[in-house]
């Protein structure tokens, strides 16, 4: 069965240093999303994608964040200066149009120290 | 900004027995419901979804109910098994939201024991 997968599983990052969080999507879902959960709270919507730009973000996804779609599989969360609050498990999803659930891939865990 | 709620952090249940799950939400514009499950170190997992035209949607021994006037669902397991034991979540969208985008719950833990 096909599934979204994501690399790393952890990350380990100083304060204020950049990262990348992949995501392979499924191959033919046209929607992608990061979701993130800081340990002991609720899932969180960062930003929606589709046909190559975003469609929605959230509060949270500041001018820190950007997404980029940079071939036909990958789809990717950067950070650029990450502050302590970001260390969370981030959850990149994607669905098919017209269809309501979302695909999780199993997260990355980001520890900023 | 708890438009999703799930008010029990916890339930523990019997093997055989229901396990009942309730979400309440405050933003009238949901339209449709999905259930999450999630382990320990993975991303959720996809159970249910019920659309707000709707009460009930069935599957296997998942039933969700869906009770607009109260802004309530619930999730029913039949009969609960240890495997079953996880973190579930309850999610909304709106169709206004042209991206789908997800409104979570804060998640009930499930424990169903042998």
């Known amino acids: 069965e096909p599934e979204v997968t994501q690399t790393p599983s952890h990350q380990v990052t100083q304060m204020g240093q950049e990262v990348i969080l992949r995501c392979v999507p499924i191959?033919?879902?046209?929607?992608f999303y990061w979701y993130r959960q800081i340990l002991g709270q609720k899932v969180e919507f960062l930003v929606s994608?589709?046909?190559?730009?975003?469609?929605?973000k959230s509060e949270i996804f500041d001018d820190q964040f950007s997404v980029e779609r940079p071939d036909g599989s990958n789809f990717t969360l950067k950070i650029r200066s990450t502050k302590l609050e970001d260390s969370a498990m981030y959850f990149c999803?994607?669905?098919?149009?017209?269809?309501?659930?979302?695909?999780f891939g199993p997260g990355t865990r980001l520890t900023v120290t | 900004d708890q438009q999703v709620k799930q008010n029990s952090p916890s339930l523990s249940v019997q093997e055989g027995r229901i396990s009942i799950l309730n979400c309440d939400y405050t933003?009238?514009?949901?339209?449709?419901f999905l259930w999450y499950k999630k382990y320990p170190a993975e991303g959720p997992t996809f159970l249910i979804s019920?659309?707000?035209?709707?009460d009930k949607n069935e599957d296997g021994r998942f039933t969700v109910f869906l009770n607009k006037s109260a802004k309530h669902l619930s999730l029913h397991i039949v009969p609960s098994q240890p495997g079953d034991s996880a973190v579930y979540f309850c999610?909304?969208?709106?169709?206004?939201?042209?991206?789908?985008?997800?409104?979570f719950g804060q998640g009930t833990t499930l424990q169903v024991k042998p």
């Open positions: 999803a994607s669905s098919v149009p017209g269809q309501g659930q979302q695909y």
């Open positions: 191959s033919n879902h046209l929607y």
């Open positions: 994608f589709y046909n190559n730009e975003i469609s929605e």
């Open positions: 933003n009238s514009m949901f339209d449709y």
């Open positions: 019920i659309s707000s035209i709707k």
């Open positions: 999610a909304a969208s709106s169709g206004s939201s042209n991206t789908g985008k997800l409104i």
